[in-house]
């Protein structure tokens, strides 16, 4: 079957406390911050609401069935490997990436500076040139568990093609 198809994701993970020193991880990089973010895996948000867009997109359910969190093998594991697999899901039944647009919510670390860093960790995974991976984010104005700086959350959407 030929055609387009749109995906979106969204993720949340609690940031670490003060003592714990876990490194952040957004987008495959790592960003200098006094907190990290808790999780079973390396907690990479924006990556985890990107691989639930894809698997949306395709189809494929979520990244909770893929990758279960009650599973030791995925411990620490590495998000930017996880998409790569769910990328290989997505290449077996024909799917390409257009294009990606992912946004972290949060009030900080503020991602200006790492913005394009992140864009040419990724896109090779996805098969995209960097400008058809956006990365943006937003603050929530002070409100919320993002605006209290409790955690950091990240939407992403995906437009996919095939045949
Ligand atoms: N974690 C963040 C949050 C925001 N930005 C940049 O700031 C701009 C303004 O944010 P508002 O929430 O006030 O709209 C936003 O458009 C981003 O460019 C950021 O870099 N990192
Ligand atoms: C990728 C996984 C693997 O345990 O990562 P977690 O760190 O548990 O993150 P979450 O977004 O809560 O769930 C997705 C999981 O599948």
């Not at 998000?79 to 900080?108: F, K, P, T, Y």
């Not at 996805?126 to 991976?133: A, I, K, N, R």
Request: hydrophobic content about 40%; aromatic content about 4%; overall charge negative.
């Amino acid at each position: 079957m030929t055609g387009i198809r749109v995906g979106q994701g969204f993720d949340v993970h609690r940031f670490t406390s003060p003592e714990e020193h876990r490194p952040l991880l957004l987008m495959g990089c790592e960003i200098p911050h006094d907190r990290g973010l808790v999780g079973h895996s390396d907690a990479d948000v924006m990556l985890h609401a990107l691989m639930d867009a894809l698997l949306g997109a395709a189809g494929l359910g979520d990244i909770g069935q893929h990758f279960p969190d009650t599973d030791p093998a995925f411990k620490g594991a590495d998000s930017a490997q996880l998409l790569q697999r769910v990328m290989g899901d997505l290449a077996e039944r024909g799917w390409q990436v257009v294009n990606a647009d992912v946004c972290l919510i949060g009030e900080r670390p503020k991602i200006g500076p790492h913005r394009q860093r992140m864009r040419d960790r990724v896109a090779p995974i996805l098969g995209v040139p960097s400008e058809s991976l956006n990365v943006k984010a937003t603050t929530t104005e002070k409100l919320g568990f993002t605006g209290r700086g409790e955690g950091l959350a990240a939407q992403a959407v995906v437009l996919i093609q095939r045949g």
